[in-house]
């Protein structure tokens, strides 16, 4: 017969074990092994002058994806000025980066991936500090390192519907603040943040899961542009695969602000 422990010491140190065991299961979310990258593209209004609407949406967009289970450790942010913000970490704006980091990231963190974009754009691709990102190159990107995990790709910038096409694939939701055709709105030297990105902000902490999320910002953005007056609507374009269409209801973003 087995001896039972008796030792109020021996006791105490094995309830402790037990309990750094559980605290990582507890902690975890759907998304605490998804690897995430959000880029600030650029730094100037549509004017030409100086602007914070891209950096203000690549601090809290971070802030509101941890809110929804991501995990900081598997993220890495880029920003034009990365000198500006010395509390955020970032690292410098340039596509090699983006990749190097797309990387090393998936290849420790391996759930999934989320790629966010705040920038101007054009039917090229979107500004990645003073040059194009072009869809066939981001698509690379995607390929080669989140391969056939689940993905999100949103791009925050005018003409941002030309990615569309070039990542669409059944593993892969793309949402996007505009059409091929259509400029997006908010990159004034006056505003906080492009509108895309505002909708995204408000809008998360309410959905229950991100294809909730991309119709939820279109219709945000839709009611945005008509209470402001502009004109052609940019119209967000929204895809989803049908591999992942029937998983994201399984992923619930932020469940603990759910209960």
Request: glycine share 6%.
């Amino acid at each position: 017969m087995p001896r039972l422990i008796r030792s109020p010491r021996i006791w105490a140190f094995l309830i402790s074990l037990m309990l750094l065991a559980l605290a990582p299961a507890a902690n975890a979310t759907p998304f605490s092994d998804w690897s995430w990258v959000v880029v600030a593209g650029d730094w100037h209004a549509h004017s030409g002058g100086p602007s914070e609407a891209f950096d203000n949406a690549r601090r809290d967009v971070i802030a509101e994806f941890e809110d929804a289970g991501f995990s900081a450790t598997n993220l890495k942010q880029f920003s034009v000025r990365p000198e500006r913000y010395p509390d955020a970490h970032a690292e410098k704006s340039e596509p090699q980066a983006i990749f190097n980091a797309l990387s090393d990231l998936t290849a420790k963190a391996q759930g999934g991936c989320l790629l966010y974009f705040s920038s101007h754009g054009a039917p090229m691709g979107v500004v990645v500090d003073q040059q194009f990102l072009p869809p066939a190159v981001l698509a690379g990107m995607v390929d080669r390192t989140c391969g056939k995990r689940p993905t999100v790709v949103i791009v925050s910038a005018c003409f941002s519907g030309v990615f569309v096409p070039a990542l669409a694939a059944s593993n892969r939701m793309v949402l996007t603040a505009a059409r091929p055709d259509r400029s997006s709105f908010g990159c004034g030297e006056a505003d906080k943040y492009p509108y895309f990105d505002q909708c995204v902000l408000e809008t998360l902490p309410k959905v229950g899961d991100f294809g909730a999320l991309g119709t939820q910002v279109q219709t945000c953005v839709a009611t945005r542009e008509t209470k402001e007056g502009m004109k052609p609507a940019s119209e967000p374009q929204l895809f989803i695969g049908p591999a992942l269409r029937p998983m994201l209801p399984l992923l619930p973003l932020a469940p603990q602000r759910r209960n």
